[in-house]
């Protein structure tokens, strides 16, 4: 569906190219984080800029995401534009991943 | 409806497909906010409106062959009303799902990956009906707003 993933330090930034992920496109959404991710980076940062809209199906996949990765390993997000925002916030998932305005300032905060 | 509530180019149909309901839903909000809704209201019911019309895509017509979905709306003062009706199979025990979300104070794997949906549309919307009428079923999702459409 369109990722693209680069290493910065120990942090790897996974890149959303779609401006949607629902529920059309969460099954192969899940399955490609799953190649995009079998990599050794201890933290992963999922940007999300171009995304306009999510649905509980994309939000559901990208929890899948998160727990198909090994135990130590973190996922965070960039970029939420405010929709997307929006449905993580409603579901209390905002309490369960560290969300950052832009990829900069999630690079920026680091691992903790 | 009030004769002040505009209908115009405000009915959809199309057929539920899950890549049909993308189109749709972009094509309903992309119409509704050329038609005056708040600009502040526009995320919720485009929220809404993709929950919904994914539970008829997986429930409604799960198992069956797929048939239309018909949207129509009605933009009133300071209300939008839209009504779904699909002819799948009925909701269970023939009412609206409660939308209680499953808790998110757990373990990394036990965190729920689905049942987000029914919870979002109680969140947005200011009043839910549900009717079983000829063989198919009637959803109408109401969102008050306080400025003028």
């Known amino acids: ?112 | 409806m009030g004769s002040n509530c505009k209908h115009d180019c405000l009915d959809v149909s199309f057929p539920a497909t899950q890549a049909q309901a993308s189109v749709g839903i972009a094509t309903l909000s992309a119409r509704l906010a050329a038609h005056g809704l708040p600009e502040s209201k526009a995320d919720d019911v485009k929220i809404a409106l993709a929950e919904a019309i994914n539970n008829v895509v997986e429930h409604a017509y799960a198992g069956t062959a797929p048939a239309d979905i018909q949207i129509d709306c009605s933009l009133c003062e300071k209300k939008l009303v839209i009504q779904i009706s699909d002819t799948g199979s009925p909701m269970p025990g023939l009412r609206v799902p409660s939308g209680l979300l499953a808790s998110v104070d757990t373990a990394l794997q036990d965190l729920p990956e689905g049942g987000f949906g029914w919870h979002l549309i109680h969140q947005l919307t200011s009043d839910i009906q549900y009717e079983r009428r000829g063989g198919g079923n009637l959803l109408c999702l109401r969102f008050d707003f306080d400025e003028m459409p």
């Open chain 1, 1 to 112: 569906m369109g990722l693209s993933s680069d290493m910065t330090g120990e942090t790897q930034i996974i890149s959303v190219h779609c401006d949607r992920i629902d529920a059309a496109l969460a099954i192969q959404f899940k399955e490609d984080m799953r190649a995009e991710t079998r990599t050794d980076a201890k933290r992963v940062v999922l940007d999300l800029s171009t995304v306009e809209f999510i649905d509980s199906s994309g939000l559901g996949a990208i929890v899948a995401a998160m727990k198909q990765l090994e135990d130590g390993r973190r996922l965070d997000l960039a970029g939420l534009r405010p929709i997307v925002e929006k449905v993580f916030r409603l579901t209390r998932m905002d309490t369960v991943f560290r969300l950052f305005a832009s990829l900069d300032e999630a690079i920026g905060a680091g691992a903790d």
